[in-house]
């Protein structure tokens, strides 16, 4: 289970690298339009064909898209220093990362995801163990109760081993009896098995139990991996509009056809949008294994710590 936690943050970390890595380059290139948007407004306004309003409103977007870059830039770092001790490297360490293909699974419906969680989650392994311990606690608890008997037996021979002076006069002699040391009361005992009892049925309600929060965590990490990729597929196309909006206003204002305030308000929209598909992105890809490690198998274990019986109760 720490193994699978380590695999998660390292791929946490590993998808925000990537993102900060997009978006730096993304609020460059967002700085450098509304540089050149604020350039073309100042000489728009020197030849009285745009206000003083107009100019400001472009220098503060000018302003944000360069704090919004230093912020990435200061996010990444950060996030770098995480990922190599993540690793085991120096915290200076520097990575070359390449951004992967998007994990995407088959997911199988709940109760399949469901019986391959319980074939392989090694919490729900521990307690079917703990459970097998306990029904074994309540054999041991029952042998108390039987009485504590010995078997004895004397083997004695009788008369003269000189067979040809007593012919005839020999005989053997086998004694057999049963001796105990049992207290009929037995009060310790019948306590004990109480507690055992009680035991056992704790074990048994905790597997019933484990098998509940598994299914329920299965149906919510399905959910959330669904609900990803949905909002992964939104903000592919909300940016591709976004983008398109820009691309169209900008020209418009340099052709002379739109005002300054279209173009503004469309790179807002822009950077929005770009911002919430990286988001999408990242999360997308974190959900997938998230998934993986909800159904156990994230990490493949040896054959012998797994469940040994895939129990099933309905949620």
């Known amino acids: 289970e ?23 380059r993304a609020d460059e290139a967002s700085f450098q339009r509304m540089d050149k948007l604020y350039r073309l407004t100042r000489a728009r306004e020197q030849q009285g064909r745009a206000t003083r309003v107009d100019t400001l409103r472009v220098e503060l977007q000018r302003g944000q898209a360069l704090s919004r870059l230093e912020t990435s830039r200061e996010r990444l770092s950060f996030t770098q220093r995480d990922f190599a001790e993540l690793l085991g490297f120096a915290p200076d360490a520097l990575f070359a990362l390449e951004p992967p293909p998007l994990l995407e699974l088959a997911v199988p419906d709940n109760e399949e995801a469901l019986r391959i969680a319980l074939s392989n989650r090694l919490d729900y392994a521990q307690a079917q163990q703990d459970e097998a311990d306990r029904a074994r606690g309540v054999r041991i608890a029952r042998r108390g109760l039987l009485p504590d008997l010995s078997l004895n037996t004397r083997y004695e021979k009788v008369g003269d081993n000189d067979l040809e002076d007593n012919p005839g006069f020999e005989e053997n002699l086998w004694t057999v009896g049963v001796s105990g040391d049992t207290d009929l009361n037995q009060t310790r005992e019948r306590v004990q098995l109480g507690q055992a009892l009680v035991n056992e049925e704790a074990a048994r309600e905790t597997v019933r139990i484990r098998e509940l929060t598994i299914a329920r965590e299965i149906q919510q990490q399905s959910s959330a991996y669904q609900r990803a990729l949905g909002d992964l597929r939104i903000g592919e196309r909300n940016f591709t509009l976004a983008a398109s909006r820009a691309r169209l206003a900008r020209r418009l204002f340099e052709l002379g056809r739109g005002d300054n305030f279209s173009v503004t308000d469309a790179e807002e929209a822009l950077t929005k949008a770009e911002d919430e598909l990286l988001t999408a992105r990242a999360e997308a890809s974190v959900s997938g294994y998230k998934l993986m490690r909800t159904m156990g198998t994230l990490v493949q274990f040896p054959e012998d710590l797994k469940p040994q019986t895939a129990m099933r109760t309905s949620p």
């Open 2 to 24: 720490q193994k699978a936690g380590l695999i998660i943050s390292v791929v946490e970390n590993f998808e925000q690298l990537i993102r900060f890595g997009r978006k730096i």
